[in-house]
């Protein structure tokens, strides 16, 4: 429960039905949500001796628990409030309120012995209300303390020794408040005035023990004694006259005599300031959630025919703590790595350091909520889940990662799956350009972050998909650059002999050329030999012929032999071009 607690009246917590104790469900809801530490305070007695007005004013109330005014008691069972403690921040204080003991309708005293020690387990302080003085009749009202090392078990093995468990009630017994209501004796022994807490060690001092008599006397001061080591007196005058008592809970405190009110508030001081919080053996702080169990544990135990066991309940408290512990730790591990780890982890050693930090803080929590952790039982099952979870961890990283890199890899190589459908790479160099182009690709996706330790293996697995696409575009470049090369030497060839005709037909041509020339040069030559001879006088004429002739033949070897020098330059520019041709053939073919 939050730190205020709202209950503005009190519940039955332990019903009291046909004689047969029962939880009130309700109530026991109430009570598990307090997390706080509580102090709890029970209260029984007699009925009829004003109980539940003690409890109204620890409640800080006039009205809640009933008071009644007759001779039939009200209350029922154990009735329960629970209040923010008025002087301990961050406290319950938790009241119950018992029916009265006594009560001649009930027929037994069955049910007032299983109430009155139930009281007891509860409760860290025990207010035994009475009337009058402590005297014999008074603690033979007490016998319920008699009974209770047969109706209470400290522990749990059945062969422990009565008297040896009796002596470790001390440990688990709440302390013990006596409250006398309508006390009219002077507090005064000897002469002396003395306190109320003297006046209760007197009454409890025994006789020797020397006969059944006495034996009867000692037994409930002895139980007392040994069971209730810190004991409290309080004393109360009559609260007003007894022809208002009726009217008790609607009187302000001026109407109450001012003696009973300061005796009230002193008792009120005192249980404020010095109960304590309700604590199992080992020091284990009791919160509302702990006193549930309690509660559970003792009434079942009742209900099933058995002795409440402290010792039982503590383990069954442990049990259910410790499971609730684990639970929490597991809870608290969950939140941490919810909000540290954000899947893909780059690293398995980054997971695993997130895991160790969150375990320790885990841990740390179960050692906080847990006790009596017998044999560190919880603390291997936390350990146990908490590497389950570690496990399912791992697991998920890799499903993330690879989620991840196959996400990265259908976005990145996408367009490139398409080119390779579309035939962009199915020509001659393409492989080449796919490989390329591939390689640009891995590139961009190793530098995406926040891969995961899936990257290079959901990327080999890529890879490898493509293999038969990839190599059917190698082998497509294979062909087409084969069937390329037989083209190009074929065309080379082409070419070579088209350059070789242009070049014959240009000799040809320049060829002819020159003959026309040298046959026109020759026809000028003879025109002006002709001229010539014609302008001699007719006696040169025998001469110029011979010379002519001899100057025709003359020319015509000089023609013959320009010829023949062309022809020969002609034959080395042929040569050249078919040393250029077959070079580059070589070329072509390697």
Known sequence: MASEIHMPGPMCLIENINEQLMINQEALKILSAITQP???????????????????????KKEGFSLGSTVQSHTKGIWMWCLPHPKMPNHTLVLLDTEGLGDVEKGDNENDSWIFALAILLSSTFVYNSIGTINQQAMDQLHYVTELSSRIRAKSSPDVNQVKDSADFVSFFPDFVWTLRDFSLDLEANGQSITADEYLENSLKLKPDTNQKDKNFNLPRLCVRKFFPKKKCFTFYLPTEWTKLAQLKTLPDNELYPKFVQQVAEFCSYIFSHSEVKTLSGGIQVNGSRLASLVQTYV?????????????????????????????????????????????????????DLHRASEREAVEVFMKNSFKDVDQKFQKELGTKLEKKLDDFCKENMQASSNRCSALLQDIFSPLEEEMKQGVYSKPGGYHLLLEKTQQLKEKYLQQPRKGIQATEILQKYLLSKDSAMNAILQTDRTLTEKEKDIEVERVKAESAQALAEILQEFQVQHQQIIEQKEKSHQELVKKLTEKMEREKAQ??????????????????????????????????????QKKRNSQEKCIIS
Request: with cysteine; proline share 2%; glycine share 6%.
């Open 540 to 577: 040169l004429l025998e001469e110029q012929r011979r010379t002519l002739d001899l100057k025709l033949k003359e020319q015509a070897q000089l023609l013959k032999e320009g010829f023949q020098e062309e022809m020969r330059e002609y034959q080395d520019k042929i040569d050249d071009l």
């Open 300 to 352: 079942n135990a009742i209900s099933s025919g058995d002795l409440p066991c402290m010792e039982s309940a503590v383990l069954a408290l442990a049990q259910t703590e410790n499971s609730a512990a684990v639970q929490k730790a597991l809870a608290h591990y969950d939140q941490q790595m919810g909000q540290k780890v954000w899947l893909p982890t780059e690293t398995l050693q980054e997971l695993l």
């Open 38 to 60: 509580v102090v709890v305070v029970a209260i029984v007695g007699l009925y009829r001796t004003g109980k539940s007005y003690l409890m109204n004013k620890l409640a800080g």
